[in-house]
């Protein structure tokens, strides 16, 4: 058996990604009122609630746009996907800000949904119930590819044989990764279509949908100027960030919880006086921003400069 996960990415978050963490509990809570449902009342009372919750295209009901997001069957549907979840909305959440994120994921969400119906509406399976967080959380994947596009997926793979397990790991691009995912999603939904097939694959209209949207919601931030979130997402954090230089009469009594981004790179963390003396020196620019434990946003090192 052999099989590959996303593990992580190449970015430090500035905040708990308490939303994220929400989110998952959420669909974990729901998971579980189902198999509660299920081991109750056997498969049947298990339907009647993915039917009740579940997004059907043939007969929309507005409650369901929402609770079909949170719903899974499966231990390993909950599972892929609230890993995704905590991979890329995490980072999302981030940059963005929580409440900003909450908007964000559900009109992901949404968007993903009336794609869905239209997909699955031409495609003959109008009744067949959608559920799954995957629509939302490929718009936190199309919002993250445009947000941090210098990004790297680390990856770990399982070589399972009887009794012997190999492991490793590797790192891609985030935009090849995420690009070949985007499309390999289209050709299933466009082949759903062309096929008038109601099959498992129709569910990828969502995931194009929410993509797309994440995509078009960063994007148009973007355009109306939202710059910063381009100043703090084409860092590059740990696994390659070069250490701040060190000089014999530095002697740093203050803790290090101070992160510079300049020119592309996240460097840190550093001290107050580390930081002081890269700017006399002319190590950073002073076009730079600064991060500290406490802050809620980037700031221009000019700050630092003035007191």
């Known amino acids: 058996m052999f099989f590959i996960i996303p593990v992580g990415v190449d970015y430090r978050t500035q905040r ?5 963490f929400v989110l998952i509990g959420i669909n974990t809570l729901i998971y579980l009122i189902s198999w509660l449902v299920f081991l109750a009342g056997g498969p049947i009372a298990e339907i009647k609630l993915v039917m009740a919750l579940g997004l059907t295209p043939a007969r929309v009901e507005f409650h369901t746009l929402f609770t079909s997001l949170f719903v899974h069957t499966g231990f390993f549907h909950l599972l892929g996907n609230m890993i995704y979840l905590f991979l890329f909305g995490s980072c999302v959440e981030d940059i963005l800000g929580r409440w900003k994120f909450v908007l964000f994921y559900l009109a992901g969400g949404l968007a993903a949904d009336f794609v869905h119906i239209l997909v699955a509406l031409v495609s003959g399976a109008g009744d ?38 190999w492991t490793g790991e590797f790192w891609l691009p985030a935009w090849l990764v995420i690009s070949f995912w985007f499309f390999k999603d289209l050709f299933s939904a466009g082949l759903s279509i062309a096929s008038a097939s109601a099959d498992e694959g129709v569910a990828f209209g969502a995931h194009v949908g929410g993509f ?14 939202h710059k910063e979130d381009e ?49 006399s020196e002319g190590t950073v620019s002073r076009e730079a921003f600064y991060w500290q434990e406490g802050m809620t946003e980037w700031r221009n090192v000019g700050e630092l400069l003035r007191e």
């Not at 959380?137 to 993250?144: E, N, T, V």
């Not at 797309?212 to 100027?225: K, M, S």
């Not at 020119?263 to 963390?269: A, E, H, K, V, Y």
């Open 16 to 20: 708990v990604p308490l939303v994220t």
């Open 128 to 165: 067949i119930p959608m559920i799954g967080a995957s629509g939302a959380i490929s718009a936190c994947i199309g919002g993250f590819v445009l947000l941090l596009s210098k990004a790297s997926i680390n990856f770990r793979w399982f070589f399972w044989l009887i009794f012997r397990v």
């Open 212 to 225: 797309l949207a994440g995509l078009g919601i960063i994007g148009l931030r973007r355009l109306a100027g």
């Open 231 to 279: 100043k703090r997402t084409q860092s590059l954090p740990a696994r390659r960030v070069a250490a701040a230089p060190r000089r014999p009469r530095v002697v740093a009594v203050a803790r290090a919880d101070m992160f510079i981004y300049d020119n592309g790179t996240q460097l840190g963390p550093l001290t107050p006086g580390q930081v002081q003396e890269m700017l």
